[in-house]
């Protein structure tokens, strides 16, 4: 069975903190993404990463950094957290299969976080 | 501007009945639509796909339509049981482009 695992499941923070989410997956996968789900907007891509020291920008990046120095782990880092970071964030995994598809995407459990 | 949409926020249904869950998406580039589920206080998990060469794919209560020309897919769960209350969400994807909808709320009633 596919693992991916987060570090926290709630985390709250003040305004101008710097955050780390820590994302493990532990089934060699390639790909690594982290979203961001809020009420009404479904799951939105921060960031993806398809190696090791390679990112991507999602659709919306501002605000947040990545980090990915092994392959089974994919850093989430709020440079200075504010109040409209508050969510639920969600790491996820997946494989590239055949002529560059990526399989389905195995997700963590997420991270609730509060930013007061 | 979301490239996939799933316009109703929720659904109730009775426990036996069929659920029908829609998803619209405009870029004619994906190629792979997937659904997931989602409970409370857990992550997604993926539930069922298809492949644009196919409009339907099945798996036990699970069937997914898909119409290119029309460029939507849906969900059909038949029949509705209580465990099937989650929160719904549509994907497509183009290679590792995936898109998700806002997701929509089941709800089975006993």
């Known amino acids: 069975d596919v693992k991916v695992t987060q570090s926290s499941r709630y985390l709250v923070k003040r305004t101008g903190e710097k955050v780390f989410l820590e994302c493990v997956q532990d089934m060699d996968h390639e790909n690594m993404f982290w979203y961001r789900q809020d009420p009404g907007l479904g799951l939105r891509l921060i960031y993806f990463?398809?190696?090791?020291?390679?990112?991507e920008k999602g659709d919306i990046p501002e605000g947040y950094s990545v980090s990915r120095e092994k392959k089974e782990r994919f850093s989430l880092i709020l440079e200075s957290a504010s109040t409209n970071q508050t969510s639920m964030y969600l790491c996820?995994?997946?494989?590239?299969?055949?002529?560059?598809?990526?399989?389905?995407?195995?997700f963590g459990p997420g991270t609730r976080l509060t930013v007061l | 501007d979301q490239q996939v949409k799933q316009n109703s926020p929720s659904l109730s249904v009775q426990e036996g009945r069929i659920s029908i869950l829609n998803c619209d998406y405009t870029?004619?580039?994906?190629?792979?639509f997937l659904w997931y589920k989602k409970y409370p206080a857990e992550g997604p998990t993926f539930l069922i796909s298809?492949?644009?060469?196919?409009d339907k794919n099945e798996d036990g209560r699970f069937t997914v339509f898909l119409n290119k020309s029309a460029k939507h897919l849906s969900l059909h769960i038949v029949p509705s049981q209580p465990g099937d209350s989650a929160v719904y969400f549509c994907a497509a994807s183009n290679n590792n482009d995936m898109r998700f909808g806002a997701g929509t709320r089941l709800t089975v009633k006993p």
């Open positions: 870029n004619s580039m994906f190629d792979y």
């Open positions: 298809i492949s644009s060469i196919k």
């Open positions: 996820a995994s997946s494989l590239i299969i055949t002529s560059g598809r990526a399989s389905e995407q195995f």
């Open positions: 990463s398809y190696d090791v020291k390679m990112k």
